[in-house]
């Protein structure tokens, strides 16, 4: 089975520049979650998505940030517009409900560069 | 407040020897208690989970963790460590269906 799948691995970008990072969560999976990942704040829960409706979106740093989940199967994460300190790993994850039992499933995450 | 705390920054061990990371719970309601680990460059691999029954759960790669409610821990073990073994390790709680609550996570550097 196809784990949970993120694009692009790697972005290189300048700043001001609109970036735009994409997840297929595991088919069935009924939450969907973004995370940040830096040395200096190590993992931090932008949002979250239940049955494609965003539950909490109080992790997202700011008005530059926007995420959606249009179908069961895509998310976005799309930054605009992008600053170097938004340099950083982004992890989409999902997780079944199993009624609150269900473990994260991670992918690879995108490593984010902003010149 | 929920929360989770890996008291151990960095932990170095020699290969072969035995692993013991630290993982506390808040007090109150028990989560679910997961534990990932991170190699460079990679994204998060459950070891092992923890919902109810048995309190000594076993995991992949050799991995073990006790439940120690009157401890509120959840410590992972390895009794040889491998060189392969050297990644960064997070204790995660699950509480209330949809709230992950993470350690701050430990690195594990083996000495050869």
């Known amino acids: 089975d196809a784990g949970v799948i993120q694009s692009p691995r790697h972005e290189v970008t300048e700043m001001g520049q609109e970036v735009t990072l994409r997840c297929k969560p595991i088919?069935?999976?009924?939450?969907l979650f973004w995370y940040r990942q830096t040395m200096m704040r190590g993992l931090e829960l932008l949002i979250y998505?239940?049955?494609?409706?965003?539950?909490?979106d109080s992790g997202m740093p700011e008005d530059r940030f926007s995420a959606k989940m249009p179908n069961a199967s895509f998310s976005t994460l799309k930054i605009q517009p992008s600053e170097p300190r938004d340099s950083a790993v982004y992890f989409c994850?999902?997780?079944?409900?199993?009624?609150?039992?269900?473990?994260?499933?991670f992918g690879e995450g995108s490593r984010l560069t902003v010149l | 407040a929920q929360s989770v705390t890996q008291p151990d920054i960095h932990i170095t061990v020699s290969e072969g020897a035995s692993l013991e990371l630290r993982c506390n719970y808040s007090?109150?309601?028990?989560?679910?208690l997961f534990w990932y680990v991170q190699s460079p460059g990679q994204g998060l691999q459950l070891l092992l989970k923890?919902?109810?029954?048995?309190?000594l759960v076993q995991g992949i790669k050799g991995f073990e963790a006790e439940f120690k409610r009157s401890q509120s821990s959840f410590n992972l073990r390895k009794p040889s460590v491998h060189w392969s073994d050297a990644a960064e390790y997070f204790c995660?709680?699950?509480?209330?269906?949809?709230?992950?609550?993470f350690g701050s996570g430990t690195k594990l550097n083996v000495k050869p």
């Open positions: 923890y919902f109810s029954g048995d309190t």
């Open positions: 998505f239940n049955n494609n409706v965003p539950i909490d």
């Open positions: 995660v709680g699950r509480y209330n269906f949809n709230k992950f609550y």
């Open positions: 007090y109150g309601a028990t989560p679910y």
């Open positions: 994850a999902s997780s079944p409900h199993r009624e609150g039992t269900g473990e994260l499933f």
């Open positions: 088919s069935g999976h009924d939450y």
